[in-house]
């Protein structure tokens, strides 16, 4: 069950937690088992669950529920040396991107601690979405209630440098019967995201030649217009500490290059209604 600390952090828009965290502090009310979770994080196998919630408990943001019996309890292990040095590696990498961006600025806590603890949240994130970009070639994790498309045609809006790839990107999503806006800068972008109607998914390149995706990603984020519109990274930046600036900024999703068009098409299908 949540703490007060956990109260604070799910209740406060300013604190740096994914939408996958922020929803399972939600969940944990101290009447849902280990077992009641996992329908709610597919994305998640049992060892990666039990990482999540033990880093909840090691934050103080939750607390073991006493009125759940023994067997209702959440049963975790430790972190094996293996995992934890893992997620250490990741949360080194982007702490001074992390202080760079000025981004932990929310609640009593000092500025080092909320940068530690936003700096571990995304690192275990990055490693389960890793993880999965290497058994099913991207990663999804959108939260639930952002607005969706109308039924029909979806407007995808691709932020792609290369004009060749866009245009295949393109093609591929008109295939599928939907309609498709082309920026090749970020400047490029920020206009086609002031025109309307508004895209229904952007897919977002890192390595544009203005800025780079993440710098775009955060601008699309801080953004009252544009803050719920889903957002996939598509690049080849697949180490984990860029998947974990991802995370950190709200991307809903990420798929590394190359990538097979099937991939593409099952990534857009999850968060996009049928065409």
């Known amino acids: 069950m949540r703490t007060a600390s956990g109260e604070a952090a799910q209740g406060d828009p300013r604190t740096k937690m ?3 965290f922020r929803r399972m502090l939600r969940l944990l009310d101290g009447s849902r088992s280990l077992v009641d979770l996992a329908p709610h994080f597919p994305q998640l196998d049992p060892e990666d669950l039990r990482l999540w919630i033990s880093e909840l408990l090691r934050q103080k943001m939750i607390k073991r529920a006493p009125v759940l019996s023994n067997s209702q ?4 292990r430790a972190n094996t040396p293996a995992m934890e040095l893992q997620v250490e590696q ?11 961006k000025d981004i932990e600025h929310s609640g009593p806590r000092p500025r ?6 936003t700096a571990r949240l995304a690192a275990i994130e990055a490693r389960s979405a890793a993880d999965l970009i290497g058994r099913e070639g991207f990663f999804l994790n959108p939260e639930p209630g952002k607005k969706r498309a109308a039924t029909g045609a979806a407007l995808v809006l691709v932020v792609e440098d290369d004009t060749i790839q866009a245009s295949i ?11 498709v806006r082309l920026a090749h800068t970020g400047a490029a972008a920020q206009a086609a995201l002031r025109d309307k109607p508004a895209p229904a998914l952007i897919l977002l390149d890192v390595d544009l030649p203005d800025m ?3 710098s775009l990603l955060e601008q699309i984020r801080a953004q009252r217009g544009t803050q719920h519109l889903r957002v996939i990274m598509v690049t080849g930046h697949g180490a984990r500490a860029d998947i974990a600036k991802g995370v950190v900024l709200g991307a ?12 593409l098409k099952q990534a857009v299908s999850l968060l996009l209604p049928a065409a």
């Open 212 to 214: 780079d995706g993440f």
């Open 90 to 100: 990741i949360a080194e990498e982007i702490r001074p991107w992390l202080a760079s």
């Open 169 to 179: 990107i393109g093609k591929f999503l008109e295939r599928d019967g939907h309609q």
């Open 112 to 117: 080092l601690a909320q940068l530690q603890r």
């Open 73 to 76: 309890r959440l049963r975790l």
């Open 252 to 263: 809903d999703g990420y798929l590394t290059k190359p990538f097979q068009p099937e991939m």
């Open 18 to 20: 994914s939408p996958a």
